[in-house]
Structure formats: structure tokens, C-alpha cells
């Protein structure tokens, strides 16, 4: 029963604070382009106001991925909040984005192709971080669980600096954040219009918004999951940790023009390579 | 509650402007007048449009984009008209290719007079476009047919 | 002991009896109930020996060996001389290496050897013999169909229907012979009998390019079996046995690991690892079924099969080390490669090739959980390739183009067919699905025996799968280019096969557990005489299975939804100026022209020639450095 509770609140709590930090980072965005901005729930009222209209399509298939997508991210969140396998969480993230490309290609118009194309360049430049980070996390702590990465008695992230850098790279990737947003930014206008969403409104649209709430915490859980150790304590700095990447990231999208594809994969893969690598070889000297 | 009125969204076409209410338009995503106040986002895709905002006067070779256009907006849906020649045609209006106003060739909601439109007008009429909007929307949940909620 | 001479028969009597048949529809019906009959027994024979296994000698093992012999010299011949009239010198000189030599060993020093069990029948041998039966002679019902169809689209081709289904036929009964054999000899000749069936089939269409590629295969394979035969002879007169069971009970030290990398050493050419891979890539010539059989199920298979029984020696030694590499640089390479491809069968071989790489990397490995992961991935791989090799044989048929950019018609022309095509992509790279089960067992063994290098090795090269997969299937559902003429029919008789298979990648993703509690985890607990344990935990096989049912739940829910569907279709964005349809924009001047959509290839970054280059260059380093380790084993 108390599972059940469990799940039932992360499924409605996890969106309500990924639109709040969607929120936070485009009020934040604008103070540091010297606007006003929104109001902090405007991801909210744009969500609702999706749902409330009308939702065309352009084929009859289109739109399934979307669903199927949203469903398997909220599966990675309830694995992930839930204390499960860090890497099923991973597998089943990946399969939720590639759902999302799917998508892309079924809705068959230039834009969205293209934005397809992207993003799966984009998924094969970060999934071997991801891929590393997992590991790294098994390595140092022997299971996969979240349960017991965080019940162990120091913060992974000492012994996995260099993963823990290389996992903060590739999370511009994840957040769709300049200078890798190349397959579909936050910002409206874009050369490839807006990517894989091109082809969706109403209902759909709003959809693929939760979705993108839901992996802001996922992105932001395996960030904590890093810091948290045994010390009560160090949950608080670890929510900090989060807020401070998080606030890093809407920095970096500010600051950074995008970079074409081939810097992205290549930083990306390059980055993955030397920390990883680095770290993860000294870390089996001394064991 | 209608959550409508807080997010609209903005798909520009620029028809044959020669260029000067683009760059007001423009203008008001600046610091200065910050549209996103209001929770207004450009988005230059007409599926995820609210607003359809044109700039300039229709002319022969562009009627079949803005029908698209038009036609590819999720209802609701609202069009605002920015500047005299989108408004009219403009002193454009008797050139051989021009046909004249937006209203020409898809339902108009708001004119947003001037040469160029000065921001303030813009955004005025873009707040006019809302409330337009919740309206049509109010109608549209009472079933009333489209073809009375479209009327010009 | 019966029911297994028997397995090994029927292929060969069907082989016998199809080459003697001349009439098509007599001969048609034969291949259909022998393919019948051979899974079954398949089935009967792993069904009576499974939990007891089985392990035995001939009375007349004499007999066997003389005929052995006899049709070793008799191909040998053939060897020797088709390689002299087609200039290919090579083939023949390693033909007449090798003959002679096992056949002086047999008439002298195998006397003094006593063979106790030349027929050993254990789980690993029952999951082998359960693949090769099942997913064997579900090709050769395919290929009778599929034959047909290919004559009609080739009519330039000699028709040799005969002759290739009874090479088939062949094929399977050698492949039952190499993995029950455990005397070397008998395994060494089934080796040679699949090199050259493998050699007959790849050379089907008779073409220049089919006979460069088979002579090519010829010569790399039979290179591979010169190995197998130095290490016979020198297993049998340094360390008097000559059978495979006693050789892995031995302790890994030099003189025991010379023949062990002699053996790896034809293992990673029959399973077209990377200084080796080329001849793989050339068997594409073949005709579907028979690229099919060399790509899942049967050939590549006996590679990782016999690197699987030499784990215990393999693991933390020189060999171990340099046979682990050479399955990593193969396995990242070759998926970078794949990238860079769009005819599906390139795309395939090079899948191929590289998920061997990945078993071979487990096998090698040599942990518990390595070789949990390793057979696993035997069974999930030789079922997806099957149904994706066979899919692809019919969209050939069916689209008149085996390129990926054109299946974007695939939807409109056959559901089913792009139905089972995803289905088979998905049992590749897809979370729930085996391989990646697999994969991620894998690589969680590696961590645990510190292969970092490895486990790097591997996340890259999953990345560029994970590429390459998804933009096919991206274009499988893109459902664009619609054709008007449909001329094409998808055959009852290709479609029976292909449907079992995409059941059996359901089956098998849904029955990875119990495979391994009655037969992995018994097999690995007598491999390493100490308790096996499943490793991957209860609850993340329960969430597996969930997400797998969900996969299958949420498409069929999505039917009622369609049902009543009345939303508003709209033509894509083409920022205003579709000309009327989703596939022609207004283009200047104003007439319609064609939108085209292309996937993205990356060929400058993922060069195939540079990386090949790369890839003999760093393996053969790799081999090298093997033979310096054992040299200098031997020195001190």
C-alpha cells in the first residue's frame, strides 16, 4: 500500500517540480537577458492551455511514440525516485527517447526528420557517459540500486570526480541546453523549427512538455544520487549540488552560442573518453 | 479559469513587408518590452500557434501560404494584422501583384494600424488578439457552428 | 545415444536425397518435412538427455575414423585442384598443409590415444543444437519459397536450387556434429564440412563477384583450420588426448596454452573476428537464406561455440587477454562501421560481426556471469538476425531494393512485413529485449573483473548500435513515398517462418529466466564447480518483463483510441508551401517538386576504409602480441 502510494505521488509530484524548475529557468533566463520574463508558472499555463485546445495530426501514427515515450520516462522516474537499478532506469530512459525520435520520423515532414536525425546523434554523443556514470556509481558502491548507492558511506562523487564532470557535460545534451541543443531548443526560433515537436499541437504538444518535466528530475535525481551518501546531512547538499548544476546549466545556455553537430559529438565523445577513463583507471589501481 | 489568455503564442509571417513592422515586432521580444511578460513565445510553427501575426500586404504568390498557414493552426486561432498594409494593402495597394489586405484572403481579427507599428501597438493588439481568443474559445465549448466564430 | 546418431543423420540423408530428387514439387515437399522432422528431433533429442546430458564413445569409432578420412582426402582434393584451375594458389596451399598433416596424424599418432567420450552432450550443447535446429530449418522452409522468387527477379542465374538446399541440408548436419563432438578430429572435420558448405553457398550465383567472395572466404577459413590442425597435433603428441573435455580440465599454464590459442585462433576466423572479418562481408553476395543460415545461426556460431568451451582456460591468461581485445576493437569498430551503411545486409554482417565480437569478448572474459551473458546472447542473436535476415530477403522481393532509404514505402506495401522488421530491430538494441539483457550482464561481469578498457569499449560501441538501429527503424515507420502499384505478394510460405521467429524473440525475451535457471545456471555451476547464481536480480527481471508486456499491451490499447478518431489532419510544415500534399513543396518558379528525406550516414567521421585499416592493423597487433606472451611463456 505504502508502494503503491509511493509511485502514485511520484508520478503526480515529479511533473509539478520539473514545470517549477522549467519555470525558474526561463525567469532566471530572462533576468539574465535583462527582461522581466514570465511568471514562474508559465510552463503550467502553457501545458494547460495545450491541453485545451485542438489537437491536429498529420498521420494516424504520429502520435502514439509520444504517448509511448511519456509512459517509459515516467517508469525511469518511478525507478529512479523509488531507490531501483540505476542502469534498468537508464535502459528504459533510452528506450522512451528513442520512442520520441520515432515520433519524428513517423510524423514524416522535413523538420522533424531532420530533428530525428539530430537527436539521435545527440543520444549516440552522450549515451556512453550515461552508460560510464552507471558503472562508475556500480563500481564504486558494488549495486546498481539508488537505495544503496545513497546508503553508502561516502558521496560517490569523491571517488568519481572526473565522471561526475564528464556526466555534468552531457547534461547540456539532456536538458536540451546551447550549446547542444541541436535537435530541438527551448527557444521558438530555430533553423529546423522545432524539431521532432514540429508536427504536434494541442494535446500531443503538452504531452511531450510533461515529458520534458519528467526528465528534468530524472537528469536532476542522478545528479543527487552522486552526492547522497549515509549522512542525513548530506541529502541537503546534495539538493544544493542539484540547484547549483541546474543554475550552471541555464548559465551555459546563456553564455554559449550552439556548435555544429560534429563539435558536439566529438567534445562529447572526447570529454567521455579522457575523464572516464582517467578516473575510472585510477580507481581500479587502488582497488 | 482559462489558461488561454496566459500563453499565447505567436506564429509571424512576414507577407510583403518591406521590413519595418518586422523589426518592431522583433523589437517587442527586446528587454524593453519583453512580450514574455506575458507569456507570449514566437514560435514560427503554425501547429504550435496561437496568434498568426502578419506583417506587410498578401500578394499573388503568397495567398496559398498563408491559407496553409492558416489552415495548419490549432483552433483557437486568431489573426492579427500589423501595419497599414496588412491592414489594407498599404501604399502598396495598387501594385499589379498585391491583392490587399490579410482580410483578403483569411479572417482578420485585430488591425494594428501604423507605418510602422510602434510596439506599444503591437503588443496592444496582440492582448486585443487574447481576448479575441478566450472568446472563441468560450463559443467553441458552447458548440456554436465555426463558421459564426469566424465571421469577420 | 541413438536419437543423437540419428539427429545428425537426418540432415544428411535430406541433403542426400534432395540432391537426388530432380522433380521441383517432390523435392519441395521433401525440404518442408525435413525441415519438419529435424526440428523435432532437435526437440526430442534435447528433450530425453537434457537434465542427465549424455556422454559417449562409438564401438566402431574405427570406422568412422577411416570414413572421416577418407572424405578429408576426397575434399582435400577437390580443394587442391578447383584452387589451382582458379589461380587461387592460397586455398590450395592451405589445403595441402593441413590434409596431410591430420592425416598422418590420424594413421600414426593417434593410435596410443585412447578416446573415452567422443559424443558429449551437456546444456550448452542442447541450447546450441535447439538454435541450429530450429532456427535452421526455419530458413530452409524459407529458402524453398524464397528461391523461387529469386530466380524470377535474377533470371541471368543458373538455377541450382537442388544443388543449394541440399549444400544446406549439409550444413546443419555438420553443424550438429561440431557441437556434440568432443574428439577434435571428428570436430576439426564437421569445421572443415561447414567451411565448405559455407564456400558452396556463397559461390551459389556463379558470378565474379560470388566466386572472389567465396574463394576469399575459403582461404580465411581454411587458414582458421590450419590452426585447428597444428593445435591437434600438437595436442595429441605433447598432451596425449585429443579430446576437448580433457583439455579444458587442464591447467592454464604455456604448453597447454599453445593449442588453446591455436584453437582461438580458428575460432575468431570462423566467427569473422577483425583481421578476419572481410570474408563475412563479402558472403552478402549469397542469397538471403543462405546469408541467414551463415549469420545466425550456423557458421559465425561455431566460432563463439568453441571459444564458450575453452573459457576455463581463457579468463585471466595471455590468450584470454588477447582474444578479449580482439572481440572489444571488433565489436566498437565494426558498429561505428554499420553507421556509415545503407544496404540492409551490409548493415546486418556488420551487426553481425560485431555482436560476435561482444560474445566473444564474454566468452573470453571467462567470469560466471560473463558466460551466463554470453550464451544468452548466442540464443537472442541468432533469433533476431534470422528473422531480420529473412525479413529483409522478402522486402527485397517485395520493394525491389534491400536499401534502408527505401524502405520508407515498407509501411504502405506490407504492415506485417515492417511489423516484424521492427520487432527484430527491437530485439537488437531495445531495453526490455535480450541482447541488451545481455549486454548489461556483461558488462556489469567486466566491472566486477576490472575490465575498464572493455566496459568503455563497450559503451561507445553500444552508442553507434543504438544509432544505427534507431535510424532504421525510423525509416520503417515513416511510412512515406507511397507506391501506387502493389503488384508484389508477401508468400504464405515466407511469411510462416518469419512470423515463428518474431514469436521466438517474444518467447525467448519473455523466457530469458527460465532458460537460465534449468539450463544456464546448472550448465555454469558444473563449468566452475561452485554454486551459479541468476545475475540479475529478481525484481529487475519482474520490471523487465513488465516493461516487455507494456511494449506489447500499449500498441494493441492504442487501437480503440483510433477507433473513434476524428481529429483534424493537416498537412506537415513546410513553412506554407506544400504543393498540395505532404511529398511536393512549391519550389521556385513555382512547380511541385519531390521533398526527399535522407537518413545521415556520418561516412567522413566513420571512414569504413580508414577504420578497417585501423581495426586489422590494432586486432593483428593484438594476435602478435599474443604469440610474444607465449613465446616468452615458453622462453622462461
Known sequence: MMKLLLVVGIILLAPLLGGLLTGIDRVVTARLQGRQGPPLLQPFYDVLKL???????????????????????????????????????????????????????????????????????QIMAYEPMVLLACFGLYYVDRSFFVKDIIASPYPAVIFLPGVFIGFTYILTF????????????????????????????????????????????????????????????????AVFACLVIFFLEIIIDNTFARVKWQQALTSAWVVTAVLSTVNLFILSYFR | MSFIKKSPWILHYDGSSCNGCDIEVLACLTPLYDVERFGVINTGNP??????????????????????????????????????????????????????????VIPVDVYVPGC?????????????GIGVLEEKRARAKKKIPAKQQNGV | MNAISTLILVPLAAALLIFLVPNDRIRDYIVRISAIITAVMTVVVVSLYFDKGISFNYPFEKAIDYVIALVEAAVAVYIITSGIRHKKYLVSFFSFLQTPLILWFEFTQKREIEVRNAIVFDKLSAIMLLVIGIVGSLICIYAVSYLKGYHQHHVHYKVRIRFFLSTVFLFLAAMFGLVLCNNLTWLYFCWELTTLCSFFLIGYTRTKEAKQNSYHALTINL???????????????????????????????????????????????????????????????????????????????????????????????????????????????????????????????????????LIVVCASVGTRESIWAAILLIIFHAVSKSLLFLAVG???????????????????????????????????????????????????AFMDSNNILIVIIIAYGSAATLFYWAKWMGKLVSNANKQENKDQIFHKEEEIPIFILAVLVGISCFGFPLISKFALVPFLTGMFHANALVPIGTSDVNLMLLMLSMLIILPISFIPIYKNDNRRRVLTYMSGENAGDNKNFRAAMGEARRAEFRNWYIRKYFDVKTLTLWGNVVSCGILVTGVILLIGGLVS
Open chain 1, 51 to 121: 491541453i485545451s485546445k485542438e489537437t491536429t495530426e498529420v498521420n494516424s501514427m504520429h502520435r502514439f511514440f509520444v504517448y509511448v515515450s511519456l509512459i517509459f520516462v515516467i517508469f525511469t522516474t518511478v525507478l529512479l525516485l523509488s531507490g531501483g537499478d540505476v542502469l534498468l532506469a537508464i535502459f528504459a530512459l533510452t528506450l522512451g527517447s528513442v520512442f520520441f525520435v520515432l515520433g519524428g520520423y513517423a510524423s514524416n515532414s522535413p523538420y522533424s526528420t531532420i530533428g530525428s536525425e539530430r537527436e539521435l546523434l
Open chain 1, 174 to 237: 539532456k536538458l536540451r541546453k546551447s550549446p547542444f541543443d541541436l535537435s530541438m531548443s527551448h527557444h521558438g526560433h530555430q533553423e529546423i523549427v522545432k524539431g521532432i515537436t514540429t508536427e504536434y499541437s494541442g494535446r500531443d504538444l503538452a504531452v511531450i512538455e510533461v515529458t520534458h518535466w519528467y526528465e528534468t528530475v530524472i537528469v536532476l535525481a542522478l545528479t543527487y544520487i552522486f552526492f547522497a551518501n549515509a549522512n542525513p546531512f548530506s541529502h541537503v547538499l
Open chain 2, 47 to 104: 501547429k504550435h500557434a496561437d496568434i498568426l501575426l502578419i506583417t506587410g500586404s498578401v500578394n499573388e504568390q503568397n495567398i496559398p501560404v498563408v491559407k496553409q498557414l492558416y489552415e495548419q493552426m490549432a483552433d483557437p486561432k486568431v489573426v492579427v494584422a500589423v501595419g497599414i498594409c496588412a491592414n489594407s494593402g498599404g501604399i502598396f495597394a495598387e501594385c499589379y501583384n498585391v491583392v490587399g489586405g490579410v482580410d483578403k
Open chain 2, 116 to 128: 510602422a507599428a510602434r510596439p506599444e501597438a503591437i503588443i496592444d493588439g496582440v492582448v486585443q
Open chain 3, 223 to 357: 587458414g582458421g583450420g590450419v590452426a585447428f590442425a597444428i593445435a591437434i597435433v600438437y595436442l595429441g603428441t605433447q598432451l596425449k588426448t585429443i579430446e576437448l573435455s580433457e583439455l579444458v580440465k587442464m591447467s592454464p599454464e604455456t604448453a597447454v596454452l599453445i593449442p588453446v590459442f591455436l584453437l582461438s585462433l580458428a575460432a575468431l576466423t570462423k566467427s569473422a573476428q577483425l583481421p578476419f572479418a572481410s570474408w563475412l562481408l563479402g558472403a552478402m553476395v549469397a542469397p538471403t537464406p543462405s546469408s541467414a543460415l551463415l549469420h545466425s545461426a550456423t557458421m559465425v556460431k561455431a566460432g563463439v561455440y568453441l571459444i564458450l568451451r575453452l573459457a576455463p582456460l581463457l579468463g585471466n591468461t595471455s590468450v584470454g587477454k588477447v582474444v578479449t581485445f580482439v572481440g572489444g576493437v571488433t565489436f566498437l569498430l565494426c558498429s561505428l562501421m554499420a553507421v556509415t551503411r545503407s544496404d540492409a545486409k551490409k548493415i546486418l554482417a556488420y551487426s553481425t560481426i560485431a555482436n560476435l565480437g
Open chain 3, 394 to 444: 522478402s522486402i527485397e522481393h517485395q520493394i525491389g531494393s534491400r536499401n534502408v532509404e527505401d524502405m520508407d514505402v515498407l509501411l504502405d506495401v506490407s504492415r506485417r512485413l515492417s511489423l516484424y522488421m521492427i520487432i527484430g530491430i527491437a530485439g537488437m538494441f531495445l531495453a526490455p529485449f535480450g541482447m541488451l539483457i545481455s549486454k548489461w550482464v556483461a558488462m556489469k
